[in-house]
């Protein structure tokens, strides 16, 4: 009878264990919800400026701004190649990048004239989709106005 009850006992456990892993699965592939959005005014004031030099196209501090963001992790919403960018945010006090960005999605179009918002970029067909990281790309939030 013990061994019985020991064996259910296993059975449910390997049952937790892959919901618990399948569950994992999905928070990675990029469930982006109401609650993992900032708001911009949130945002530290070097990000701030970060999204100002992005809207006016540059200049940027660090050579590495604007390159391709690979969304390795799959924290972000799946993508074709060349969807994402990043762009540094300054993190006062390091001599270095530091850890913080912001991550622009956007499918390109030729340009058109500028919508006066720091969330849109005339450039994008969608106006682009901003996301922002204090921990070297761990974690996402969507910014939103």
């Known amino acids: 009878m013990r061994r019985l009850w020991q064996q259910a ?11 618990a892993a399948l569950s994992a699965l999905v928070l990675a592939r990029g469930d982006f919800s109401q609650s993992r959005d900032l708001r911009l005014q949130e945002l530290p004031r070097e990000a701030q400026a970060t999204l100002a030099a992005i809207q006016r196209d540059g200049p ?16 972000l919403p799946l993508a074709s190649s060349g969807y994402y ?34 969330l849109r970029l005339a450039h994008c067909r969608d106006g682009g ?4 990281t204090a921990d070297h790309y761990r974690s996402f939030k969507r910014i939103v106005e």
């Open 129 to 132: 989709v901003f996301y922002y």
């Open 60 to 75: 940027y501090p660090y050579a590495r701004d604007g390159v391709r963001f690979g969304n390795y992790e799959k924290l």
């Open 9 to 19: 006992y296993v059975r449910r456990l390997a049952w937790v264990i892959i919901a």
């Open 85 to 118: 960018s990043e762009y540094t945010v300054a993190t006062p006090g390091v001599s270095h990048r530091g850890a913080r960005r912001i991550v622009v999605g956007c499918e390109r179009q030729r340009p058109v004239e500028q919508h006066g918002s720091l």
